[in-house]
């Protein structure tokens, strides 16, 4: 067995082991510290925290008695560490400590560390800054207001003197519209560290947050972290919980990492998806367990004015050993995809009781540049997952006109600048166990098909009481159940070791499709 490091403060170290489980180890295993037992742990990914700064440890795993792995790592330099009590902050769940915990972030040096320590302090919004390390502590809890009239808003679209270009804050449903305030906001800050034990709990309910989801009040829901055009982020550790809308909102941004964070939302919340990377270069998320109202991941990249305008793709994103435990889709490409997504890469993940495994939504109108193209998944193990793998190019929610007959028009129409278009995807190695839709279900436009799929080592069985359900989201579908691989409007597609066990009728329903390729060992 080998193990890595891939993360270091200066109290923490994170530990990656390769080879040995997904997500959960395949054994429960021992740390220990300098000759000493230190901790248990049933994770691939695991941090070991309350180490001293600038220290050097030696770190053996064990399992049943046996030496796994033997590493040696040095925890970081630190210059100061700023208590937030020491700036007025309370910690009782009753006074508003925002400013005590915002000063110390404006007062921390660079080399140094904020600090939260065991509390629950009522917030609103805090501003980060560059060259900045936030701890939130064990047992910590960041909890967040419920009134409107406490938060800030970040304005949509701000024009500049002569009106020939602007600046843009905040951002709804990939549209420059004002919104609140996040419990943590960056705007333009880089070098940032904010990992601990402790919770951000937006402390959201069906009696204020929740309650007119889709209702501009004063302005558009918060999230729990927005990130606008900020670089060299790193979101580590937390459990996050109870989010007024999206979890983690990074937009604009580059070189980001969201490592072992638990994201967690009642499964009936709206639009609580668990990270929203739009219009991102250069993320990676590792060891994050997801259960949630909505989408675990959803990647986009802008409505028409946004992605049309600074034609900002999502790319270059890395999703490895997490587990997606409830959701409508563990990994989500659109439907606000205006400016595209490329080189996205998920391996090594669970996906348990999800609507669909992926899911790209995209349709007539996205345009040109909504291109989806080189997604790979591979080694991933599905339970009970309606629809393990869609590409719906018909989508029909979130627009005014989704039902139109541009829309839903089955037959080619006419490319132009208005056409999106999906390429390149892979399924390797992938158990889906339990479906209850289908198989799968793709869709692509009869005048710009999907040019590539491909299944390899793909197995499929189907549960014995399933729900039936729509397998995508558009106009004129019907309600199936169990039903095999419905693939439509592809060019080429490759079947290699694909096996579909218990579907109602064919196990592959293939049309429209120019080339196909079978292998079988």
Known sequence: MKAKVIFKTSRSITLEIEEYGIFYAEKEYEIWLNGSFFQRSDRVIQTVYGLLPDTEYQIELKAEGRLLAVLTASTEYEFVTL?????GA?????????????????CCPKGGRVYVPEGRYLVTSLFLKSDLVLEIGKDAVLAGHADREKF?????IIQSWDENSEYNLGSWEGNPLDTFTSMITGVNVSNVIITGEGILDGCATFEDWWEDDRAKIIAFRPRMVFLNRCSNIVLHGLTIQNSPSWNLHPYFSDNLRFLELTIL?????????????????????????FSLGDDCIAIKSGKYYMGHKYKVPSQNIFVRQC??????????IGSEMAAGARHIRVENCLFNRTDRGLRIKTR?????DAVVEDIRFENIKMDHVLTPFVLNSYYNCCDPDRHSDYVKCKSPLPVDNRTPSVKQMVFKNIEARNCHVAGAFIYGLPE?????????NVFITYDENPEPDEPAMMDDIELVAKMGLFINNVQKLK???????GAEGQPFILENIDEIIREDE
């Open 83 to 87: 208590n937030v009590r020491k700036f």
């Open 90 to 106: 309370v910690g009782d769940g009753v006074h508003d400590d925002t400013m005590a915990i915002q000063a110390a972030i404006s």
């Open 152 to 156: 800030g808003v970040l304005p949509g």
């Open 265 to 289: 939302n009642p499964w009936d919340s709206p639009n609580t998806d668990g990270m929203d990377p739009e219009s991102v270069n250069g993320l990676e998320v590792a060891g994050v367990y």
């Open 323 to 332: 587990c997606m435990n409830n959701g409508h889709g563990a990994v989500t």
């Open 364 to 368: 007539r109108g996205r345009g040109k």
């Open 448 to 456: 710009m098909k999907v040019d590539y799929v491909e299944f390899d």
């Open 495 to 501: 079947l290699k070791n694909v096996a579909v066990q």
